[in-house]
C-alpha cells in the first residue's frame, strides 16, 4: 500500500508511539490524582505542553490542549464572538477556510454576526489589501488559514498581522496544516490564537492545540473540573497529549531536511505524471506551497473515481478534501480559486509525508496513468 494522503491524517511516528504506549498500559493515572501514577500523568501533560509551546515560540501557558483542531476553531470564533456579544461585530475570514472555521462562521452569522469572506487568485492566495479595505469601525476577529489543506498554499500571515496591528483586532490563524511542516513562530506571525493539531503531524488523532496570546480572554469550553485550568473540564487525553509533544519535537527537529525531500518527491510525482499526461494541471501556487501536498486536475476525468480505481490499486490519494468527500460537492477550495465545478470534481490531492519513500513517486505516476487511461478508455 502507498499512503499518499497525509493531509487527511498521518501514521502515528514509531518513536512517538513508544513515548504514548505506557500511558495506555501502565501508567493510566487520572492526571488529577493525588498519588504518583496521577502526578506521573499530570507532568507528561506539562512535558508536553512545555514542548509545544518551544515548537511554535509560545509560553507553555499560553497552550490548551482540546480534542482536535477543529473543535480548537470553533472554540476561538465561538469565544471571541461571546466577548462582543452586546455590540456590532465583524469578521474577516477567506472563502478557502477549513469547514470548522466556515461553519462557525455561518453560525455566527445566523446570530446577527456579520462576516466578510475574503476571495483568493487563481494560486489560493488571499491579497494582504483585500484584508486592508475589509477592515470596519468594528471589526473584531480576523480568522486566516496558514497553509489550506486542499492546495496547500501558504498565507502571508506576517504581512496581515501587520496591517491589523493596534486596531484591536483579534488576529486566529488555523495552522493545522503547517504545524510541523514549515516554520511557525507566533511572535514571527503576530497572531494572538493560532490553532494545530497532532494527527497531521504523526501525532495520534484527537489531540488539537490552541494557542492564545497571554492577556487576551478564553471562557470555557467545558464546565466540571480544573483540567487545562478550568477551561476544558474533563479528564485528559494523556496518550493523545503526549503523542502532540513528542510528535511535534520530532516534526519541528527534521522539518529542513524532511520539507526538501518531501518537496522533491512533490516535483517529481507532477513532472512525471506531466510527462505521461501532458493536460493534467497544477492546482494552487508552486512557489508559496507545503512541502508534501500537491492539487492536481485532470480535466474531463472524475477525481472520484480516479481516487477509487488508485484504491484498487492499494494507493490512498483524496478528492480535495477528507471533509468534503461522500458529499459529492464540488470543493469550496476550488471553486474560490476560479475552476469550473467540473474542473473541481476532476481534482485529486496527493500529500506525502513522513513515511513516503522515493520509490513511492514512480509508483504513484504509473498507478495514476493506468488509471487515467481506464478511465478515458471507458468515456
Ligand atoms: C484537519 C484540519 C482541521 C481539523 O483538525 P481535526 O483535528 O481533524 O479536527 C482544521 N483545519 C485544517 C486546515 C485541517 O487540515
Known amino acids: 500500500m502507498i499512503y499518499a494522503d497525509n493531509a487527511a491524517t498521518t501514521r502515528v511516528s514509531d518513536s512517538v508511539f513508544e513515548k504514548m504506549l505506557p500511558f495506555l498500559r501502565d501508567q493510566y493515572g487520572n492526571a488529577s490524582s493525588q498519588y504518583s501514577l496521577g502526578v506521573k500523568s499530570k507532568r507528561a501533560i506539562e512535558i508536553a505542553r512545555r514542548q509545544v509551546a518551544v515548537a511554535i515560540g509560545a509560553d507553555p501557558s499560553e497552550i490548551t490542549f482540546t480534542s482536535g483542531g477543529s473543535e480548537a476553531n470553533s ?54 489589501e483585500d484584508i486592508a479595505t475589509a477592515v470596519r469601525p468594528h471589526t473584531k476577529l480576523v480568522s486566516v488559514m496558514l497553509a489550506n489543506n486542499e492546495v496547500g498554499t501558504i498565507q502571508p500571515i506576517a504581512e496581515i498581522s501587520r496591517i491589523l496591528k493596534d486596531k484591536g483586532i483579534v488576529f486566529h490563524t488555523d495552522a493545522v496544516q503547517a504545524v510541523g511542516h514549515i516554520p511557525v513562530d507566533v511572535s514571527t506571525l503576530g497572531v494572538d490564537y493560532l490553532t494545530a493539531s497532532a494527527h497531521k503531524f504523526n501525532g495520534a488523532k484527537g489531540t488539537g492545540i490552541l494557542y492564545k496570546r497571554t492577556g487576551l480572554p478564553l471562557a470555557p469550553l467545558v464546565f466540571g473540573g480544573e483540567q487545562e485550568k478550568g477551561l476544558r ?40 505524471i506531466k510527462e505521461k499526461i501532458p493536460s493534467v494541471q497544477v492546482n494552487g501556487d508552486s512557489e508559496n506551497r507545503l512541502p508534501g501536498t500537491v492539487n492536481l486536475g485532470f480535466d474531463g476525468v472524475s477525481g472520484e473515481s480516479l481516487m477509487h480505481l488508485l484504491d484498487l490499486k492499494g494507493v490512498c490519494v483524496s478528492t480535495s478534501s477528507a471533509c468534503n468527500s461522500g458529499k459529492n460537492e464540488p470543493s469550496h477550495v476550488l471553486l474560490a480559486l476560479g475552476l469550473t465545478e467540473q474542473q473541481a470534481n476532476s481534482a485529486i490531492r496527493i500529500s506525502y509525508g513522513k513515511y513516503n519513500v522515493t520509490n513511492d513517486v514512480v509508483n504513484i505516476i504509473k498507478a495514476v496513468y493506468e488509471a487515467y487511461g481506464k478511465i478515458k478508455e471507458n468515456n
Not at 472563502?95 to 446577527?112: D, F, K, M, Y
Not at 503523542?243 to 522533491?264: H, N, Q, T
Open 75 to 128: 472554540w476561538v470564533l465561538r469565544c471571541v464572538a461571546e466577548n462582543h456579544r452586546n455590540e456590532p461585530m465583524h469578521v474577516i475570514t477567506s472563502t478557502i477556510e477549513h469547514h470548522s472555521v466556515l461553519n462557525a462562521c455561518h453560525t455566527l452569522e445566523q446570530s446577527g454576526l456579520e462576516v466578510t469572506y475574503l476571495p483568493v487568485n487563481r494560486f489560493g492566495q488571499i491579497s494582504v
Open 233 to 272: 473540564a474533563g479528564t485528559e487525553n494523556v496518550a493523545g497529549i503526549v503523542s502532540a509533544g513528542y510528535a511535534i519535537e520530532e516534526s519541528v527537529d527534521v522539518m529542513a531536511c524532511e520539507a526538501k525531500r518531501l518537496k522533491a518527491m512533490v516535483e517529481s510525482t507532477i513532472a512525471g
